[in-house]
Every structure is written in C-alpha cells, then in structure tokens.
C-alpha cells in the first residue's frame, strides 16, 4: 500500500502521494505551478495578474497559463497585444445579466473572477488534482459561485491530457450567461488562447478547417503549428453529458480555440442549481 501525507493549509486539502511524480508549489506572487518529475505542467493564476504596460482594466484572476507539452513547449499566451483580455486556458462571459443590468466577463468590464480558496491540492501516482473555489464579483458583490477541478494525467509519449470540471452556481439571484451577439459570434464559455507560431493548422471532426469559423458544431476541436522551433499543440473534447453538446465553436487560425456555451440563447443560472461544464484538453507535440 502506498503511503499518503496530508496537509491542512488554510481552508484547503492537500493530499501528497509519497511516490508521486508531481508536486504543486508556489511560483511567484498568484501563481501556483504543476510539475511532473520536475518539469512544468501549468501554472494556476489565482493572484490578480497584470504585467508592466498593460492598462489597469486588464488586470485579471482565475486562470491556467502556461501551459505545457510533455517535452516543454508552452503553447498558450497571456495578455496579447492583439487581445489583451484573452487569457491562456480560460473560461468566461461577454454577456453576464444581473438584476437587469450586463457585465462582461470576457472583457473585464464591471465584473471579475477572484480567487476564493483552494478546496484539494492532491499529488497520486498517477495524476494530480487541482480544486479551487471562485467567486464573480460584481463590484463588491458575489453573484456567481464559481469551482473549478483540473486533474493533470502524466504524459504518455509526447501527450497529456487535463480534465476539467466547472461549476456555476448563482448567488442570492438568478444570473443569466450567454456568447456574444454581435455578428452571431456567440464566443463564450471555455477559450485557450495560443501563443506565437507558425504554420498553423486547425482541425475538427468535419476535417482542416483552413478558415475561420463561427457557431459550428463539433465535438472536438484542435490547434496545432510550430512553437519556438517545435511542433506541438492542443486538443479540446466536450464531455458528452454537457448541455447541448456538441456545442458551437469559435475557430480562430491566429490562435484561439472556443467552445461557445451556450451561444447565442442566454443560459439562467439559479441558486442551488449549478450548472456543471465538463471538458477534456490535451496538449501534444509532434
């Protein structure tokens, strides 16, 4: 039998596998990275991150980047000039409707994604598990009850596979979450933003999309190119027990994969009713 260590550190659990490969340590203020045999996974930005240059209504919590191959390529970008909002691995909202009145999620405007407390750090033989507790603040008030779970599978070859889990729970009133309706783009809901590469190359199950794309279905999604000289990429699959699966999706080849959830029809959130979102995300290199 192998041994477990367990640590209580503030409101959260740590669970230690004592032949582990992984472990979770402190990275720098609000950031929390993953390693496996000492090499990098992802890094969890809990801290209210905003780098030298970037306008102060940027700033933002409650993401994954980098994110990284098995063989250390990172394939996600934070705070690009041509998208300063977009955020690595991410999931949130244009259209965000409390007590009547809209916020965006997305772009950071009146409403934001702040750190709770972590609810499991747990470090097996075989993966690592992640859990926090969110909150969407609307100024001061707390709206939505967000959770989040990544359990990181250790490479395979030249892959690794991240499953995601995400709860919403509306606070006090119904919230309302929809994709954004200008041009029926509906984007929305969980986005990895890719960093700088070349020769890009982005697939479905419908085959090579060579052109970008708005609101078509699929259940799976992928980017790849060559990033710093290497040839890597991601993956997203949908959970078939989401609603509406498959969704919609926003394909972009300078660098972004969505799944728009729910798209174009708001999606009420109600207190005691989480909306439970669940996707799988995998990052090769060639």
């Not at 000492?38 to 102060?56: A, I, Q, T, W």
Request: hydrophobic share 40%; net charge positive.
């Amino acid at each position: 039998m192998k041994a477990l260590v367990l640590l209580v550190v503030g409101s959260g659990l740590w669970v230690v596998g004592a032949q582990s490969p992984f472990a979770f340590r402190e990275a720098g203020a609000g950031r929390l990275e993953l390693t496996e045999n000492g090499k990098p996974v992802f890094v969890y930005n809990h801290g209210m991150m905003l780098p030298s240059g970037v306008p102060e209504n940027r700033r933002r919590s409650s993401y994954l980047h980098p994110v990284y191959t098995p063989n250390g390529t990172v394939v996600t970008d934070d705070f690009p000039r041509d998208h300063y909002h977009h955020r690595g691995l991410f999931w949130t909202w244009p259209v965000v409707v409390v007590d009547g009145e809209k916020y965006d999620l997305w772009a950071i405007r009146g409403i934001h994604q702040k750190f709770v407390r972590w609810t499991a750090r747990e470090a097996g033989p075989d993966q690592a598990r992640l859990g926090v507790e969110n909150g969407w603040f609307a100024g001061e008030r707390k709206v939505v009850k967000e959770t989040v779970e990544v359990v990181a599978r250790p490479a395979r070859g030249n892959a690794r596979r991240l499953d995601l889990a995400l709860t919403f729970e509306a606070v006090g009133r119904a919230v309302e979450i929809a994709g954004e309706p200008a041009q029926q783009k509906g984007y929305g809901g969980l986005s990895l933003r890719f960093g700088p590469r070349q020769e890009t190359r982005i697939r479905t199950d419908a085959g090579l999309e060579a052109k970008d794309t708005n609101m078509a279905p699929h259940p799976w999604a992928e980017l790849e190119g060559v990033f710093q000289g290497r040839r890597a990429g991601a993956r997203i699959d949908i959970d078939p027990s989401n609603p509406d699966f498959p969704s919609g999706w926003c394909l972009r080849n300078y660098g972004f994969l969505g799944v728009n959830f729910p798209g174009l029809k708001p999606y009420r959130l109600e207190p005691g009713r989480p909306l439970v979102l669940r996707y799988w995300v995998t990052v090769f290199s060639r």
